[in-house]
C-alpha cells in the first residue's frame, strides 16, 4: 500500500485518510463530517453504510406516515433528509472515484449523462405518442383545457413508422440512463486502487 493500510485493527485514521472496514456509526459520522469535501479518497463502507442509514431512515419515516394514516409531514421531513444529504452523498461519490484512481469527472460524466437521457427520453417519448395519436389529441388537449374537464385518452389504433423509430429512440436514450447508473454502482463497489493516493492532500510514504 502507498499509504498506511487503516483499518479496525490499526485503529480509526484521520479524516483526510480512507477508513477500510468503518462501522455503520463511523462511516456515517465521516460521511457528514466530509460534508461538502471533494478531494481526498472515501473507502467502500464509508460510502454505503451511510447509504444504508439514510434508506433505514427514510423508511421509517415511512412507517410513521403508515401508522399515523397522514403522509404530509413524513413526507416533508423526507425531502428535507433528501436535501441534507445530496452534497454528502456527491463529495463521497467523489472521493469514492479517488479511491478507485478515477478521476471526479467520471461522476460529472455518468450523472449528467443519466439525467440529461433520462429528460431527454420522456421529450422524445411525448413526441412518438403525439406523432402516433395525431392531431386529434391537441385539440382535444385544448379542448379539456377550455372547458375544465378530463383530458380523454388517446385512441391508437396502429402506430405510424415514424412514431416507431421515434418511440424506440426513446428507449435507447432510457437505456443510456440506466447505463449510466450501472456503471456509477460498479464503480462505487470496486476495491480500492493503490494509485488512488494522488488524489490525496498528504502523499506519504511507509
Given at each position: 500500500?502507498?499509504?498506511?493500510?487503516?483499518?479496525?485493527?490499526?485503529?480509526?485514521?484521520?479524516?483526510?485518510?480512507?477508513?477500510?472496514?468503518?462501522?455503520?456509526?463511523?462511516?456515517?459520522?465521516?460521511?457528514?463530517?466530509?460534508?461538502?469535501?471533494?478531494?481526498?479518497?472515501?473507502?467502500?463502507?464509508?460510502?454505503?453504510?451511510?447509504?444504508?442509514?439514510?434508506?433505514?431512515?427514510?423508511a421509517?419515516?415511512?412507517?410513521?406516515?403508515?401508522?399515523?394514516?397522514?403522509a404530509?409531514?413524513?413526507?416533508?421531513l423526507?425531502?428535507?433528509?433528501?436535501?441534507?444529504?445530496?452534497?454528502?452523498?456527491?463529495?463521497?461519490a467523489?472521493?469514492?472515484?479517488?479511491?478507485?484512481?478515477?478521476?471526479?469527472?467520471?461522476?460529472?460524466?455518468?450523472?449528467?449523462?443519466?439525467?440529461?437521457?433520462?429528460?431527454?427520453?420522456?421529450?422524445?417519448?411525448?413526441?412518438?405518442?403525439?406523432?402516433?395519436?395525431?392531431?386529434?389529441?391537441?385539440?382535444?388537449?385544448?379542448?379539456?383545457?377550455?372547458?375544465?374537464?378530463?383530458?380523454?385518452?388517446?385512441?391508437?389504433?396502429?402506430?405510424?413508422?415514424?412514431?416507431?423509430?421515434?418511440?424506440?429512440?426513446?428507449?435507447?436514450?432510457?437505456?443510456?440512463?440506466?447505463?449510466?447508473?450501472?456503471?456509477?454502482?460498479i464503480?462505487?463497489?470496486?476495491?480500492?486502487?493503490?494509485?488512488?493516493?494522488?488524489?490525496d492532500?498528504?502523499?506519504?510514504?511507509?
Open positions: 500500500m502507498a499509504t498506511t493500510p487503516y483499518s479496525p485493527h490499526f485503529g480509526e485514521p484521520p479524516l483526510n485518510q480512507p477508513f477500510y472496514g468503518a462501522g455503520p456509526l463511523q462511516a456515517t459520522r465521516r460521511y457528514f463530517a466530509h460534508y461538502a469535501t471533494f478531494r481526498g479518497r472515501a473507502s467502500r463502507s464509508e460510502f454505503w453504510w451511510p447509504q444504508v442509514v439514510i434508506a433505514v431512515l427514510n421509517a419515516l415511512i412507517l410513521i406516515g403508515w401508522l399515523l394514516d397522514t404530509t409531514i413524513p413526507l416533508a423526507s425531502s428535507i433528509l433528501s436535501l441534507a444529504t445530496f452534497i454528502p452523498w456527491l463529495s463521497a467523489c472521493r469514492r472515484m479517488h479511491d478507485t484512481n478515477r478521476s471526479g469527472k467520471w461522476l460529472l460524466i455518468l450523472l449528467l449523462g443519466s439525467v440529461m437521457a433520462f429528460y431527454l427520453a420522456i421529450i422524445v417519448a411525448v413526441v412518438g405518442i403525439l406523432l402516433s395519436a395525431g392531431p386529434s389529441l391537441i385539440s382535444d388537449i385544448m379542448f379539456a383545457s377550455r372547458t375544465n374537464g378530463p383530458v380523454p385518452l388517446p385512441a391508437i389504433d396502429a402506430l405510424s413508422p415514424l412514431s416507431i423509430v421515434v418511440l424506440f429512440a426513446a428507449a435507447c436514450v432510457a437505456t443510456f440512463s440506466v447505463i449510466c447508473w450501472i456503471l456509477f454502482v464503480f462505487m463497489t470496486q476495491e480500492s486502487v493503490d494509485a488512488g493516493v494522488r488524489f492532500r498528504e502523499v506519504r510514504l511507509v
